[in-house]
């Protein structure tokens, strides 16, 4: 590993004043950096002083774009020494990057006072904190121009999932995509300047160069960039085979994550069943789809509803079920093995063919 430079030093400073701030809570660097075994080496070693007591930690700076890195840090812990967890410092935690981290057991502070850490007699949790508009952080990582953007991730996702739309009229896609019609020539422009296609606004002459490297980076950055922007919400089921009979086509919804990918493969139970609702009937499908089917809100329920971004239903089989390369990414932002096996049938399956379509 390389010494972290004095912008991820920065990152580190600013998340232990931050910890104060929220929480009352101590925190100091004891060394920089510290070989950890087996050959890794951790960006700094961190205290953490808390009801009399003191908590070592090997910090980690990193900047988390993508939930494969939270993945990545998890199998690194036998690398960070026996008994010495390890400390994700990042500049922004999102509120649903933090319930991961949680859900990981990888605790974290970041620079803006959300925090996660726990040990004997020690557990705190902060989620929410949001930067100070007035004051800019430093970037780490890659810093290059990056797609990030909503609007963006919605515009690929289409081509992606539709590759004829590859050619079709600005309105067409924009339609399609759900954004405003201006979007679709700087997403052009963006995936021509980084070699994903070529042909750039000439209609009829757009080729897609880099498909497979495109659809990783969109699983990658969907879960944190867009996902929590599709209205999750939660409820429970009052019986766990509750949607084997249920036609979502009534509730202008379809299937995702788990119950799509049994449906598309036949290798995998759904543990959390997921729905994405199109806007056809608005609020009035959703409250029929509760009340039919006797779901309750509840913030850990394993229903969870986000509505649709796309405005296309897959061909028969598939109609009941989003499109593959959506099904790939929810499996892929879970982290857990069985559906990162299911994902990557699917990937096989439905999305590599694509390759000598587009």
Request: hydrophobic share 40%; charged share 25%.
């Amino acid at each position: 590993m390389r010494r972290p430079d004095n912008r991820e030093q920065m990152i580190l400073n600013r998340a232990l004043g931050a910890l104060e701030r929220t929480t009352g809570i101590h925190g100091q660097v004891v060394e920089r950096e510290r070989r950890t075994g087996q050959g890794g080496r951790a960006d700094a070693m961190v205290e953490i002083v808390a009801n009399g007591q003191r908590y070592p930690y090997v910090a980690e700076i990193k900047r988390v774009d993508r939930y494969a890195i939270l993945r990545e840090l998890t199998h690194q812990r036998a690398l960070h020494g026996h008994d010495t967890p390890p400390l994700l410092v990042a500049p922004r935690i999102t509120t649903d990057t933090a319930e991961k981290c949680r859900e990981l057991d990888l605790q974290f502070l970041d620079a803006t006072g959300n925090v996660y850490l726990h040990g004997p007699g020690l557990y705190v949790f902060v989620k929410g904190q949001r930067p100070n508009k007035e004051e800019k952080l430093p970037v780490i990582g890659q810093d290059a121009k990056r797609a990030g953007t909503s609007a963006h991730l919605r515009v690929v996702f289409a081509l992606l999932s539709k590759p004829e739309l590859l050619n079709a009229p600005y309105r067409q896609i924009a339609q399609v995509a759900g954004v405003a019609l201006g979007t679709i020539g700087a997403v052009f422009d963006d995936l021509t300047d980084r070699g994903f296609i070529t042909g750039g606004k000439r209609k009829g002459a757009r080729v897609m160069l880099e498909r497979q490297k495109l659809i990783d980076e969109w699983v990658t950055n969907y879960p944190i960039k867009l996902r929590p922007k599709l209205n999750p919400r939660r409820f429970k089921a009052p019986k766990p085979d509750w949607w084997k009979a249920l036609d979502v086509t009534r509730y202008s919804a379809q299937w995702g994550a788990e119950v799509a990918a049994g449906a598309l493969t036949g290798h995998l139970h759904p543990g959390t069943v997921t729905l994405y609702l199109h806007k056809a009937q608005g609020q009035h499908a959703l409250t029929r789809l509760v009340a039919e089917n006797r779901l309750r809100p509840d913030r850990e329920g394993d229903v969870e509803i986000f509505d649709a971004f796309w405005d296309f239903l897959g061909e028969p089989p598939q109609a009941q079920t989003v499109p593959p390369l959506l099904v790939c990414a929810d499996l892929t932002a879970t982290l857990d093995p069985r559906n990162l096996e299911a994902a990557r049938l699917i990937h096989d399956r439905y999305l590599a063919p694509a390759e000598t379509k587009a």
